[in-house]
């Protein structure tokens, strides 16, 4: 007994001295390195890099090669892409635990976008799903450029005939989101009486007309400013969250899609049956180890005291989804809301705007002046 208090103690200061450790090394941003301006050639394009974590400063329009699609690649010329949340979090690189695949310190991938819709500029010689000229949209890797190259099978389809390069760019992560919360999460049915709650984000707009494709009875919880344009999307009924908490209230809902997170978990299940599904998909209280996640991890520990069920869930994009998507689009079930419009040289002051929480469905960044 006398050794084991010592043992006990070594131990447990090792692992604090570790976890401080370890804290200390992933929250290290690296001073941004000095990068001399290269020249515009034939065989160059514009492209948005970033080499250190930080503020959209950070964001800087380079001069870098053309990309060359291999044998099953396709050569996307872009023409509009959407900010999303994610890239922020890549810039900032927070939640720090991001960092462990991201890179320790500096981003080792110094590309950055995701959501695009532009035009077939080239072809692989394997390639046999698209072919040049076709219009696509989608979600790849470093779309914030003139050009990005992309494999025929991943997330990438062809846009719907009735859409702008606008319309076909906001689709992209926060469309498939909001598909797979409403459809494969929270097993949405014709009848059932569905809340989303943030219901005028980027996420939100989707989930709501896709809500009301499957026959779903919509509220949406929404700020003043935004009723008319959540009545808009094709909710039912809208709750003002700055004059009625929804948790208070007498209605009860069969699903609810919680965006937001701002309410706990104990009094969302007071407004839910026992055979109701909450989904929770993100947070506003976005902790800088974990993330918006801190929700995610509340639920998992109260949720086996609450008789509704209530699961979280991150996005899968892919060509599949999307595919759906362009579908809805074309049958009028689904449109893109767009908050605002920028030029390809204000792409950091689209991030900056996003960052604030505010934007109204999407918001767009034009490659190609706005068509």
Request: glycine share 10%.
């Given at each position: 007994m006398r050794l084991r208090t010592p043992v006990l103690a070594t131990v447990a200061a090792l692992l604090v001295t570790s976890v401080a450790a370890l804290g200390l090394t992933i929250s290290y941003d690296a001073a941004c390195p000095t990068t001399a301006p290269s020249a515009a050639t034939a065989s160059t394009i514009k492209a948005y890099r970033y080499s250190c974590y930080g503020s959209p400063t950070v964001l800087q329009m380079r001069d870098v090669g053309r990309p060359t699609p291999a044998d099953s690649e396709v050569l996307v010329k872009i023409h509009a892409v959407s900010i999303n949340p994610l890239d922020w979090h890549y810039m900032r690189g927070k939640p720090y635990l991001m960092r462990i695949s991201s890179g320790i310190g500096a981003p080792t991938n110094h590309k950055i976008g995701s959501d695009f819709a532009g035009t077939i500029e080239a072809v692989g010689a394997a390639v046999t799903r698209f072919k040049i000229g076709d219009r696509v949209?989608?979600?790849?890797?470093?779309?914030?450029?003139?050009?990005?190259?992309?494999?025929?099978?991943?997330?990438?389809?062809?846009?719907?005939?009735?859409?702008?390069f606008e319309q076909a760019a906001a689709v992209g992560i926060a469309a498939v989101t909001a598909l797979q919360a409403v459809r494969d999460k929270g097993k949405v049915k014709a009848g059932q009486r569905v809340l989303i709650n943030g219901a005028s984000g980027g996420v939100g707009s989707f989930a709501v007309q896709i809500a009301k494709s499957y026959g779903a009875h919509v509220t949406g919880v929404a700020s003043g400013r935004n009723i008319a344009l959540v009545k808009s999307f094709g909710a039912d009924s809208v709750i003002d969250y700055t004059k009625d908490d929804f948790t208070k209230g007498t209605q009860r809902y069969d699903v609810i899609i919680d965006l937001v997170s701002n309410h706990s978990v104990r009094a969302v299940?007071?407004?839910?049956?026992?055979?109701?599904?909450?989904?929770?998909?993100?947070?506003?209280?976005?902790?800088?180890?974990?993330?918006?996640?801190?929700?995610?991890?509340?639920?998992?520990?109260?949720?086996?005291?609450?008789?509704?069920?209530?699961?979280?869930?991150?996005?899968?994009?892919?060509?599949?989804?999307?595919?759906?998507?362009?579908?809805?689009?074309?049958?009028?079930?689904?449109?893109?809301?767009?908050?605002?419009?920028y030029p390809m040289a204000e792409l950091p002051a689209a991030v900056e705007y996003l960052e604030k929480g505010r934007a109204r469905g999407k918001v767009i960044v034009n490659v190609v002046p706005s068509q």
């Open positions: 949209f989608g979600s790849g890797d470093g779309t914030f450029a003139e050009f990005s190259t992309m494999n025929e099978g991943d997330a990438i389809a062809m846009m719907p005939d009735s859409a702008t299940a007071g407004v839910m049956p026992p055979s109701g599904i909450c989904v929770i998909v993100g947070g506003t209280n976005d902790n800088r180890w974990i993330g918006p996640g801190i929700q995610s991890l509340e639920a998992m520990i109260v949720a086996p005291f609450v008789t509704p069920t209530f699961v979280s869930m991150l996005a899968s994009t892919n060509q599949q989804e999307l595919e759906v998507l362009r579908d809805l689009m074309q049958a009028g079930k689904v449109t893109s809301a767009i908050d605002r419009r």
